[in-house]
């Protein structure tokens, strides 16, 4: 099993050299070239090989996109640290950071708010997140592109946790247009009745959405409308963050004619500061 494994790393490795024929890729894994072609196929659907026109293999995006992921997330976290503890320090609310890692939105870090000495939030890290029920979920879904968030609700059964839960597809799909279009989304019970959440996106170099920060507490602590009367400073900690990142905001005209870079500013895809709704 061993020696299998070395081999299609191998095949893996010359396949990011130049491209290989299923000839030479049954000779790198000796084996036969049915054998091969199944290796292959297997490989090509995890997107770690690629087939061309001309029916030869080359490196897929699969092991790139793992590289950033790995990267990214150690990254985040570190640039994050210290913005995300700051705003627990400002809001007196448990600080979430969550982002997706595979078919799964995963927190990342989190810092506990010492309201939640005797009640405890169910959140920790590494532990995945509701993909359609909580307010980081859906943030990272509004900005996927259509194609990755068919991908990811094509796997979700909907189940109704509250009498707030967005439980279909088509709920769902209107909610997502929403928070797309301000830049920030919140969790009014969907999942557990009692937890609220308010949730901003962080942005990479690219000014790709990559993650998502949210302020969270009971609602005995205080109420969605409470937690959204932070939004300015939710908003400002994921800004901070994303230029962290190496994200610039397009530049667009100030008042006084000159370049406004502010990432807070309004655009076609920016990050809404309005705290309406």
Same mark, same amino acid.
């Given at each position: 099993?061993?020696?299998?494994?070395?081999?299609?790393?191998?095949?893996?490795?010359?396949?990011?050299?130049?491209?290989?024929?299923? &000839?030479?890729?049954?000779?790198?894994?000796? #084996?036969?070239?049915?054998?091969?072609?199944?290796?292959?196929? &297997?490989?090509?659907?995890?997107?770690?090989?690629? @087939?061309?026109?001309?029916?030869?293999?080359?490196?897929?995006?699969g092991l790139i996109e793992l590289s950033?992921?790995?990267?990214?997330?150690?990254?985040?976290?570190?640039?994050?640290?210290?913005?995300?503890?700051?705003?627990?320090?400002?809001?007196?609310?448990?600080?979430?950071?969550? !982002?997706?890692?595979?078919?799964?939105?995963?927190?990342?870090?989190?810092?506990?708010?010492?309201?939640? *000495?005797?009640?405890?939030?169910?959140?920790?890290?590494?532990?995945?997140?509701?993909?359609?029920?909580?307010?980081?979920?859906?943030? %990272?879904?509004?900005?996927?592109?259509?194609?990755?968030?068919?991908?990811?609700?094509?796997?979700?059964?909907?189940?109704?946790?509250?009498?707030?839960?967005?439980? *279909? @597809? *088509?709920?769902?799909?209107?909610?997502?247009? @929403?928070?797309?279009?301000?830049?920030?989304?919140?969790?009014?019970?969907?999942?557990?009745?009692?937890?609220?959440? #308010?949730?901003?996106?962080?942005?990479?170099?690219?000014?790709?959405?990559?993650?998502?920060?949210?302020? &969270?507490?009971?609602?005995?602590?205080?109420?969605?409308?409470?937690?959204?009367?932070?939004?300015?400073?939710?908003?400002? &900690?994921?800004? !901070? %963050?994303?230029?962290?990142?190496?994200?610039?905001?397009?530049?667009?005209?100030?008042?006084?004619?000159? *370049?406004?870079?502010?990432?807070?500013?309004?655009?076609?895809?920016? #990050?809404?500061?309005?705290? !309406?709704?």
């Amino acid at each position: 099993m061993s020696q299998s494994i070395r081999r299609a790393i191998d095949l893996i490795r010359r396949s990011a050299e130049h491209p290989l024929s299923l &000839t030479e890729a049954a000779d790198v894994l000796g #084996v036969h070239k049915s054998t091969a072609l199944r290796i292959l196929q &297997t490989l090509e659907s995890a997107r770690f090989v690629r @087939r061309t026109g001309a029916g030869t293999y080359v490196l897929g995006s699969g092991l790139i996109e793992l590289s950033e992921l790995a990267l990214g997330s150690m990254d985040l976290r570190q640039f994050a640290a210290p913005h995300l503890r700051a705003l627990q320090r400002e809001t007196s609310h448990t600080v979430h950071l969550a !982002q997706l890692t595979g078919d799964e939105i995963v927190y990342i870090d989190k810092v506990d708010s010492p309201a939640f *000495d005797a009640v405890k939030l169910p959140s920790r890290i590494g532990r995945a997140v509701s993909i359609y029920a909580s307010a980081v979920g859906k943030l %990272i879904l509004a900005y996927l592109p259509p194609e990755e968030r068919d991908r990811l609700l094509s796997h979700v059964v909907f189940e109704r946790f509250t009498d707030t839960t967005f439980a *279909d @597809r *088509d709920s769902l799909e209107a909610e997502l247009a @929403r928070i797309h279009e301000r830049g920030w989304a919140t969790d009014n019970g969907e999942h557990d009745a009692y937890v609220m959440c #308010v949730a901003a996106p962080i942005r990479d170099s690219r000014g790709r959405v990559i993650a998502a920060t949210s302020i &969270t507490a009971i609602e005995v602590i205080a109420s969605l409308d409470e937690l959204k009367a932070n939004l300015p400073l939710l908003l400002e &900690t994921a800004n !901070q %963050i994303s230029r962290e990142l190496g994200y610039a905001p397009p530049a667009s005209p100030g008042p006084d004619g000159s *370049d406004d870079r502010s990432i807070d500013r309004r655009g076609s895809d920016e #990050v809404g500061a309005s705290p !309406q709704g």
